[in-house]
């Protein structure tokens, strides 16, 4: 009982076949279990091609296995239809994605202001945001457009946009990809503080070696397989 508790998502013997238009169906998942720990960072690890984005959008619930099983939150939502996937993932699930897509002609705040609104927040929405921002270090940002941040900063609004209705997971494709490794590295310690200060549950993809000290628990992914975890 207490070890269900603390897992917020299990993925059972999941695969993720496509099939193609010429040739044999092809497998970018096979038969992987896994899982994810309540209130921790969690690291997807691995070479281009492996598997980590068609695993994350699986566990996320933005796309479903060919075969297999997901529990989020105790609940398998393998089955469900996607209005219940989307307000699942309205309600519990933030994204950030590689490349930023911040709306370009909204201020910071802006930006993390109208998804707040789109999420249904029913708080003071100007009291959220603002901490949301000052939590990822841009407190004297906030009325900067996009194209007068710089790329870390652009991440981190977009960070803040993800967490700003308080979801109990964060989902993080590649987050530092396009940024230098300082900068990249001051990312991921956000996403450490959310962890411990905020109690999120953030799964992460890199390809990057260096993160993998920092995860609390990481996979290894191989041609859809996971190789390793620790
Ligand atoms: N819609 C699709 N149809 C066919 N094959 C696909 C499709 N989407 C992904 N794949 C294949 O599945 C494999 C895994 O893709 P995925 O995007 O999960 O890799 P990744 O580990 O996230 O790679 P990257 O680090 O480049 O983002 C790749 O070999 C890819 O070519
Ligand atoms: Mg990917």
Known sequence: ???????????????????????????ALKNVSLFIPEEKLTILRGRSGSGKTTLMNILGALDKPSEGQVFFDGEDITKWEEDACSLMRRQKVGFVFQSVALIPMMTAFENVEYA????????????????CLRMVGLSSRMNHMPEELSGGEQQRVAIARA??????????????????????????????????ENGVTVVMTTHDVGFAEI????????????????
């Open 163 to 196: 967490i700003a209705h308080r979801p109990k997971v964060i989902f993080a494709d590649e987050p530092t990809a396009e940024l230098d490794s300082a900068t990249g590295l001051q990312v991921v310690k956000i996403f450490q503080r959310l962890v411990e």
């Open 215 to 230: 995860g609390d628990k990481v996979f290894e992914l191989e041609d859809g397989e996971i190789v390793s975890e620790r």
């Open 116 to 131: 707040l609104r789109l999420s249904g927040w029913d708080g003071d929405r100007k009291e959220r945001v603002e901490e």
């Open 1 to 27: 009982m207490e070890k269900e508790r603390q897992i917020m998502i299990e993925g059972r013997n999941i695969s993720r076949c496509f099939p193609m238009a010429q040739g044999e169906d092809f497998y």
